[in-house]
């Protein structure tokens, strides 16, 4: 009995719901169906007429780009005939006449240099200033200070200081020269020939090298037992001279010199 109730009620219900269904459903199709579509016409005369302005503003936009264009050539050859008229065309400039080495002044004597030093040999011919005497010396930078061959040496006072007197030879000669000079020192040497320590007399004497003139200190000595007459120490050569070892000579003494001494190398 309830089934049958059961079977009855949902027949019911499914006629309701498929009612409801075609009334929604007719609802719907006559809202889409019964409007009213609109005229294209109108539109596509606007489509079309924006198109043909969209051409003419292609082909007035070429006309000005190449118009643009024309006027930038002109301005542009413009610019290059006035380069063309004003500029000058590149020369190369004169070569330079050439420079000649001047001559050397053998008048007034030579000595290369090297830095602002002097380049010595290790014998050179030393001018003596004074006695007027060209001696060759040794140069040693083993000697601690120059020296010079002196005989007679007497040691006196003048004017409270203490001089000296001594000779020096004429080289060539047997004769001599008498200086007398204020001691600068006096200086102690010990010889490996000789057994205690040597005191010697230093005294200052201005010379020449070449074209390069100085005054130092000098030892007095006796040097006849030795080749040269006049040793340049390291007192000379510090910051004035360097010595190109192995050659002799390398210097020049002015002509003047050289004339009135017959010994000069």
């Not at 016409?41 to 780009?65: F, Y």
């Not at 050859?77 to 006035?82: G, H, I, Y």
């Not at 020449?208 to 390291?234: K, P």
Request: neutral net charge.
């Amino acid at each position: 009995m309830r089934s049958k109730q059961l079977r009855a009620g949902l027949s019911t219900l499914s006629v309701v719901v498929l009612a409801g269904t075609a009334l929604l459903t007719g609802c719907s199709a006559d809202r889409y169906f019964m409007v009213p579509k609109s005229d294209l016409g109108d539109l596509n005369t606007s489509v079309q007429t924006q198109r043909a302005t969209l051409v003419t503003m292609e082909n007035n936009a070429t006309i000005r780009h190449d118009k643009i264009l024309e006027q930038n050539e002109v301005a542009t050859q413009k610019v290059l005939d006035a380069i063309a008229t004003q500029v000058a065309k590149p020369s190369c400039p004169p070569i330079p006449a050439q420079k000649a080495c001047p001559a050397t002044d053998r008048s007034k004597g030579r000595a290369d240099r090297l830095k602002g030093k002097v380049i010595v040999g290790e014998v050179e011919n030393f001018y003596l200033a004074g006695p007027g005497l060209i001696y060759k010396a040794r140069i040693d930078s083993g000697a601690e200070t120059s020296s010079i061959d002196a005989r007679n040496i007497t040691r006196f006072e003048r004017d409270g200081s203490n001089w000296v007197r001594f000779d020096v030879p004429v080289p060539g000669t047997k004769d001599f020269v008498t200086l007398e000079k204020e001691i600068s020192r006096r200086v102690k040497v010990i010889q490996a020939s000789a057994d205690g320590a040597e005191r010697r007399v230093v005294v200052e004497l201005q010379f020449s090298i070449g074209d390069h003139q100085q005054v130092a200190e000098f030892t007095l000595s006796d040097r006849s037992n030795l080749t040269y007459q006049a040793l340049i120490g390291r007192n000379v050569l510090r910051d004035v001279m360097l010595i190109d070892v192995g050659k002799e000579y390398v210097t020049e003494l002015p002509d003047s010199i050289r004339t009135d001494n017959d010994n000069g190398k």
